[in-house]
């Protein structure tokens, strides 16, 4: 079987090997014929922390080809988006029936495969401001992979969304995915207030973020690509009294991860939640995605397609 195995002297940290083993499925576990895949900016330094022969990736749609032996999860033939720890870039892997849910036809596999990392992240992230009707969310990083999900979730929820973004080219991008206001900086003292903020960023913007939110609002930090955080207690007197920060875990709870999954499909399914795919490879081609991820070309999410049925 073929999959990606890290290798420090490859292409951006990887070799295409063709001597896998076959997965051999646990009793909860089906296996599912590996469509297409989508890469994340963490993988990156999940690669160079684990340089020889581990096998990466985690968003993953397919197909299943043998169903779970305990009787749970779909028969073979179902279409499926998985969220795995690891392993997903290779032709077939072996997922825990609790960590996948069903696709409809309708939904392309290249934009399945965009929804377990950046999608549960956004979705979770979002439960954390509770009812957000009507209220003011601030989302920064809006146009990223998870970015785009929560500008949407967040619109869908009936808030009123403040979209920031890295510069004025992406403003258009921000508007259509349904924000009301679209910033480039959080310096202007009239923003806000927020009662929630979705923040992916990290670096100086956590502070300005923190200094926009309501009293008692909430703050889900998920991100750092933006460097370190410094938070003091002063940013708070700006207006965010007794608000809350929360660093952010989405993998937590693992138990439901299959059932956030199916919600998140459901929305591709129904029109209401339109993935943004700014790069689509064959998965050979992983390497050159990763490059183009690091130097931050990608808009949206990077997909990697595995021959087949799209």
């Given at each position: 079987m073929r999959g990606f195995i890290t290798a420090p002297a490859g292409h951006a940290g990887l070799r295409l090997a063709d001597d896998l083993p076959e997965p051999l499925p646990a009793p909860h576990e089906a296996v599912v014929e590996v469509r297409a895949y989508a890469v994340n900016h963490d993988e990156l330094n999940l690669i160079a922390r684990r340089p020889d022969g581990w096998r990466p990736g985690?968003?993953?749609?397919?197909?299943?080809?043998?169903?779970?032996?305990?009787?749970?999860?779909?028969?073979?033939?179902?279409?499926?988006?998985?969220?795995?720890?690891?392993?997903?870039?290779?032709?077939?892997?072996?997922?825990?029936?609790?960590?996948?849910?069903?696709?409809?036809?309708?939904?392309?596999?290249?934009?399945?495969?965009?929804?377990?990392i950046a999608g549960l992240t956004a979705l979770r992230a979002l439960r954390v401001g509770g009812a957000v009707l009507g209220r003011q969310v601030l989302v920064t990083g809006a146009t990223g992979g998870v970015g785009q999900f929560a500008v949407q979730l967040a619109v869908a929820a009936g808030a009123h969304v403040t979209a920031q973004v890295s510069s004025p080219e992406r403003e258009a991008e921000a508007r259509a995915l349904g924000a009301r206001q679209v910033v480039t900086s959080l310096e202007d003292d009239t923003l806000g207030p927020y009662h929630l903020v979705l923040d992916g960023i990290g670096g100086p913007q956590t502070a300005q973020a923190v200094r926009r939110i309501a009293p008692g609002g909430h703050l889900a930090w998920y991100g750092n690509i933006g460097g370190p955080a410094e938070l003091r207690l002063g940013d708070f007197y700006a207006q965010g009294w007794n608000a809350h920060v929360v660093g952010f875990i989405s993998p937590v709870p693992d138990e439901t991860k299959g059932e956030d999954l199916a919600i998140l499909a459901d929305l591709v399914a129904d029109g209401r939640l339109t993935p943004?795919?700014?790069?689509?490879?064959?998965?050979?081609?992983?390497?050159?995605?990763?490059d183009a991820l690091a130097r931050r070309e990608v808009r949206?999410?990077?997909?990697?397609?595995?021959?087949?049925?799209?």
């Open positions: 985690q968003d993953v749609a397919g197909v299943v080809v043998q169903a779970a032996a305990d009787g749970s999860g779909p028969a073979p033939g179902t279409r499926v988006v998985c969220y795995l720890d690891w392993e997903g870039w290779a032709e077939r892997i072996a997922v825990p029936t609790h960590r996948l849910a069903t696709l409809a036809d309708r939904v392309p596999f290249e934009q399945a495969a965009t929804l377990p943004r795919v700014g790069l689509t490879l064959d998965w050979e081609k992983t390497p050159e995605a990763l949206g999410k990077a997909v990697l397609t595995v021959g087949g049925e799209r």
